[in-house]
């Protein structure tokens, strides 16, 4: 085998147990959420009012939930269009992942920060450029995908790259809008996430190359 | 291929990665639950008393996670009979799985107002309110699979998909009563939480169609 | 189909899942030990002291991680024989599942109460009788295996069966000897603790029946 | 059957679950290192400082992920040319992934410890000789495989052996050099762990042995 060629089948990667470990960090991730709910000892005198003064906890986790929940689907259309890994997909997915498993701090201090003008805006902002990161590594993911046609499967139409990079790309921009947005309207820029979030999933598609896919890893 | 049809193919998903993803966050919101458990210092002087004292909170940890072992098992037996998962599907289970590991926040508030007759009222309701939340959204996931055959299996009988109908709805009914109960005796409403739950593991039932089940992904 | 025949069908679950969903939980109950280590603010002056000083965390931490490395490991070796997961087995499942993700519970509890005579043998005791509960719940599982021999897989032999009751059995006997010894010595039942949890491992063995297994889920 | 040979083959485990189990472990490992982020209530007032001044945090979390990272990809390449695990190599894989989720404690008490000039040489030090465990553990590991060629994949060669010794053993060197750096420079060690771990994943390489891997576990 020529040199050039066994250096380019060293650098392929079995996708199976990346997909194994990225779930793993997305589901955690989404999970530890979680955490940053709570409400304090005081405010047990008047549990109600407790529970709904946490309102920008609600926001701030269904937010992040919803923007994980975006990315993995989006994670799996790239995924499941991929023949292997080769190694500068392997070093950006772990990029993304780390970007990703950094979400709960972020949002935790959103939420932490709302009450207080100045702390917000600044809050929201590091909160904004958070999610800008991780949709920067997952474009920057997808990208290498296309420049390298031999790890997409051969089933995979130009039409579907068209249509996961339409998908994918704007998010980037709107991103940058609503943390530029966050200077003047932090609380309009919370919002703005949150939306930006739902479309992703509403815009989510399925797999139609799919080769006639089993609902079930156990059968 | 009609454009119709290309569509309906767009929006097909592989069940696996879906059932991973599930799978992660199942089991981290189910072993989250502990981290509620703990003994404050003080209570080093009499920790026999101390642990004794804890009560509530395992209450509220075997309930909750009795409550997602049941949605586990019935995730389990919808996913294990589909051929693939569309986009309302995976949406519906995106949203499954935010109220699943939304679930320990309210489980530790449960247990931590125990001892304030007004904190628990509204504690024991807005536990209640959330797993009313969860068996709806598990509701809505396998309404969805129902309404369109085509994401059934073809081995899969009309008489499944009524068994586990009859298993799955009526867990909104029994939520809304014992929520509704709570308003006046919160306490009784805790444990109908619990009897509920064990009810719904007691009556979950294996897949009758799976075609020469193998036990292990290795394999 | 007899009405008796489809019961028995119905209460078949295929395996795979509910190793991954198993899996889970180990994985996340072992790595949430982690978060019992930590040094107080005040340490910070003497650093080496602070850290040494925690050595109850290490041995408790050291502890719970090979337990639970060793009941995996029995899980595994159990699952590896199943044909398929019945309804009883799968209940039995959740319940061990529930045992295992409460062990942080009394594994931080137990390197807290270490500087007090009291409270040590309080929760040393308490920490011995959970273990103890992990493998009644253990040889409940293996116990209904064995029981219903349709549940094996045909390859399995007696003596592999008997090899597994070998293993898993004693540790009752152990647990509730290291528990009573726990009384008057707590010192030396912790110590205990994890001896057992050693020779577990040590002892646990591989799966002669494995028809050529293959090392990786990818491939 | 001989009796050598039976006990070999008892000895022989599928390597599926374990890649799951440990999979799942590094998964959350490295998820975990999120919670030691966060800004005291008091940086409220000005928030921007707060999260700037935050920054050996980020450090330690880059470091630690990038060197789980690291981790996760040469333990994915010794499993992918497994034909079975046994039950040495099981016990030298539970101690690896016992050193990995051992991380987030000295993670987090370096980056607390920074601002101590004192604190700071024991915490760096003490990272150090952690991270030197975890490539301990890992050549152990891969030892082992290498001493028992029956554990390979026939279709792996020599040279595929050497390349992945090669990159796995220098580590070893470098981070007990860099521990003793720690003495009399902890800073720059600081620095140097990261830049062991950045060169680490900049080395990984992919499969050639791979006999045309699929991309998804679900196809």
């Known amino acids: ?11 392929r990667w079995a996708g199976g147990r990346t997909e194994a470990f990225s779930d793993g960090v997305f589901a955690i991730a989404v999970t530890l959420l979680v955490l940053d709910l ?3 000892e005081s405010a047990m005198n008047d549990l109600l009012h407790g529970i709904v003064h946490q309102w920008p906890n609600y ?7 919803v923007t994980i929940g975006g990315i993995w689907l989006a994670h799996h259309a790239i995924f499941r269009r991929l023949r292997y890994v080769n190694t500068q997909v392997m070093r950006l997915n772990l ?7 950094f979400l709960p701090f972020p949002t935790g201090l959103a939420a932490q920060a709302v009450r207080d003008a100045n702390a917000e805006r600044v809050a929201v902002i590091f909160y904004g450029a958070s999610l800008l990161l991780v949709s920067v590594a997952l474009a920057a993911l997808w990208r ?7 790890l997409l499967r051969p089933e995979v139409t130009q ?10 790309t704007p998010n980037i921009g709107l991103y940058v809008g609503a943390t530029v947005l966050a200077i003047f ?3 309009a820029a919370a919002g703005f996430y949150l939306v930006i979030a ?5 815009r989510a598609r399925g797999d139609s190359s799919a080769p006639e896919p089993e609902a079930s890893r156990a059968a």
Chains 1, 2, 3, 4 share one sequence.
């Open 1 to 11: 085998m020529p040199r050039g060629e066994r250096d380019e089948m060293e650098s």
């Open 38 to 40: 709570h409400v304090p």
């Open 59 to 65: 926001l701030a986790y269904a937010t992040s939930f």
């Open 95 to 101: 990029l993304l992942l780390m970007t990703v498993s």
């Open 144 to 150: 290498t995908v296309v420049r390298d046609p031999k």
């Open 159 to 168: 039409e579907e790259v068209r249509a996961i990079t339409n998908r994918s």
């Open 185 to 187: 309207a932090p609380n």
């Open 198 to 202: 739902l479309v992703t999933v509403a």
